[in-house]
């Protein structure tokens, strides 16, 4: 049976062993994400813990072995699987000296790789579970970024309900910082040294949400092979993020109900009842009013949840964060890369501040982070024409003073990118989302030349 949010990493520099490795995960049921160097690794952004991580010891620049300790450093504390060629055996020495148990030699059989990795996510769930939510805890305040009175007004809700047990229910967009603040709540409450267990309602198979939130006893249903706590026994005496609580579904809700208003519930083929202190923080980018009127969510639980509730803003409704999220976002990735970017051009910070963002901050830093990796000097480079189409309504929105250069930017890179081709596939026109002869309307009212684009 496949491990619910079960997510393997894989460091190769080797495109053709990572890519067989990470079929091989995806075969059994996991999900995996491939990174070609240690620094990749360190620098994008994990959501989430892997369940662990399997890693090429002799990987140029930062090898395998100095990545791990890195980890080690900075408290993550992931199984870590080693993949060595039959010559790195000093290095296997070092590595087993730091902690590191599992090894397998190239080329790896795949039978016992698959083995080794489920070994190594069921035998620590729990730890895991525990570990991931410590390390990604180090979430105060001081690291929400913005200035704006939208985002204040977030943050002095949080000051005020963070010290009380209350029920939080966080309304948001996508990418908004759902979480973020969720962990701030938690941290500033008195549970802070206590767990952090987040649940994703939306991640997990309906039929495997229950054992999830509640546990299981060995035998329960098929494929219960051992005693297992749920998320609200973990979080016990600390905080349970209850994300996308919007998806769970309607069967399930009377019995979350109980659980979050008489902090009681039974293990799945169990009648004990387990009683339980937790503090519930919930989320949804859903309108939860409108599915109660769909009958789609219950209200009772509906007003048990939105005891006190914050709504966090889209980011296009606070663009003054937008360029210290960008200078955040930079200095960020500078450290983790050790990459020097010494500015950000002022036109591509305006591109930026009037984007839509329909994915709001995630998207923003998702952005920054490939342009960061793209950028080869110390000025970071928007490659504005590929990230299309958010920038290019940012493009539009600009004042108009630097908004014709801009324009003919964007415009100069997809014909470029197109070969110098307006109509069809792959052409300008369809890069830039506009229709073919709106692209040559511009391309004539600008002045731009062929030889800027072609040759
Ligand atoms: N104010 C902020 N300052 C710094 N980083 C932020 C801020 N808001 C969000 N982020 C970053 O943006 C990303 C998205 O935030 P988060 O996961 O909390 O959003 P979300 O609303 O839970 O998103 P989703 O709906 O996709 O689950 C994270 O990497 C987070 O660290
Ligand atoms: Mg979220």
């Known amino acids: 049976m496949p491990i619910p949010e079960t997510l393997v990493y894989v460091v190769d520099d080797d495109p053709s062993a990572r890519e067989g490795v990470a079929g091989l995960i995806r075969s059994a049921g996991l999900m995996a994400k491939t990174f070609a160097s240690g620094e990749e690794f360190l620098a994008a952004p994990q959501p989430k813990m892997p369940g662990c991580l399997v890693l090429d010891v002799d990987l ?4 395998g072995l100095d990545l791990q300790q890195k980890l080690v450093k900075s408290g993550v504390q992931v199984p870590i699987i080693f993949l060595t060629g039959h010559g790195d055996i ?25 083995n080794t990795i489920r070994q190594c996510i069921t035998s620590d769930q729990e730890t895991q579970l525990r570990l991931g939510s410590d390390i990604q805890s180090a979430c105060s305040l001081e690291d929400i970024v913005g200035e704006s009175n939208a985002l204040h007004k977030v943050l002095e809700q949080v000051a005020i309900v963070a010290p009380t047990d209350s029920t939080v229910l966080l309304h948001g967009e996508t990418g908004t910082g759902k979480e973020v603040i969720a962990r701030a709540i938690h941290n500033l409450s008195s549970r802070r040294d206590r767990m ?14 229950e054992s999830e939130l509640f546990g299981h006893e060995k035998g329960a249903f098929t494929g219960a092979l051992m005693q297992k706590k749920g998320r609200f026994e973990l979080a016990d005496h600390g905080s349970l993020f209850l994300d996308e609580i919007g998806d769970i579904s309607l069967e399930l809700q009377p019995k979350l109900l109980r659980a979050v208003q008489e902090q009681e519930f039974e293990r799945l ?7 339980v202190d937790v503090r519930i ?4 980018h859903r309108d939860l009013s409108a599915m109660i009127r769909e009958g789609k969510f219950r209200e009772d639980l509906f007003y048990r949840l939105n005891v006190f509730p914050i709504e966090i803003p889209p980011l296009r409704e606070r663009r003054e964060d937008i360029p ?18 010494a500015s950000i051009p002022r036109q591509a910070m305006e591109v930026l501040a009037n984007a839509p963002w329909p994915g709001n901050v995630r998207e923003l830093q998702n952005v920054i982070e490939r342009a960061f990796i793209l950028t080869r000097g110390e000025e970071l480079e928007l490659p504005i024409a590929e990230l299309h189409p958010t920038l290019e309504r940012g493009v539009a929105r600009c004042s108009t003073s630097s908004f014709r250069q801009a324009e003919c930017t964007v415009i100069i890179e997809a014909l470029r990118a197109a070969s110098g081709r307006i109509a069809g596939k792959g052409g300008a026109a369809e890069r830039l989302g506009l229709k073919r002869t709106t692209l040559q309307n511009k391309i004539r009212r600008l002045g731009i030349p062929r030889a800027s684009y072609q040759g």
């Open 196 to 209: 952090f267990v987040r649940m994703n309602c939306a991640a997990i198979p309906a039929g495997l949400l």
């Open 324 to 341: 210290l999220l960008v200078n955040h976002f930079v200095s960020k990735l500078s450290r983790r890369m050790g990459k020097k970017i």
């Open 60 to 63: 140029p620049g930062l090898n």
């Open 281 to 284: 923080i919930a989320a949804t």
């Open 269 to 275: 083929g169990s009648a004990r009842t387990i009683h």
């Open 90 to 114: 000093p290095m296997t020495v070092r590595a087993v000296k730091a902690g590191a148990v599992n090894f397998l030699t190239k080329p790896v059989d795949d039978e016992a790789l698959l």
